[in-house]
Nanobody, 126 residues
Framework: QVKLTESGGGSVEVGGDLTLSCAATGPSSASGRYCMAWFRQTLGQEREGVAS????????YYADDVKGRFTISHDRTENTLYLQMHNVKVEDTAVYTC?????????????????WGQGTQVTVSP
């Protein structure tokens, strides 16, 4: 079972930048194709997809409210997923969690992901 560990969360002011990391460890297949994604959730709200990609580099998706501000990327050698957050807003405050699923299907944000990290808190202050 793949294990995901997020890091990089913290406090940042409006307009600032932050980069989240998600390290994937455990059994893996060199020929496998995975969807990897970032989700976020605030207290009392449903979890929402932020960005996703396929590890073969052919697909990438973003939620409308982060397009142009966030960038998702994957380092194959380190097997680490990143989320670069630029020009953050107060409404970006949430617990950010990475997720992965091995699949040949579309790697969008409505895909069912079956392995999840523990999450990292991002707090944006005015």
């Amino acid at each position: 079972q793949v294990k995901l560990t997020e890091s990089g969360g913290g406090s940042v002011e409006v307009g600032g930048d932050l980069t989240l990391s998600c390290a994937a460890t455990g059994p893996s297949s060199a020929s496998g194709r995975y969807c990897m994604a970032w989700f976020r959730q605030t207290l009392g709200q449903e979890r929402e997809g932020v960005a996703s990609l396929s590890t073969d580099g052919r697909e990438m998706y973003y939620a409308d409210d982060v397009k142009g501000r966030f960038t998702i990327s994957h380092d194959r050698t380190e097997n680490t997923l990143y989320l670069q957050m630029h020009n953050v807003k107060v409404e970006d405050t949430a617990v950010y969690t990475c997720a992965v699923v091995r699949t040949l299907h579309v790697c969008d944000l409505i895909r069912r992901y079956n392995v999840w990290g523990q999450g990292t808190q991002v707090t944006v202050s005015p």
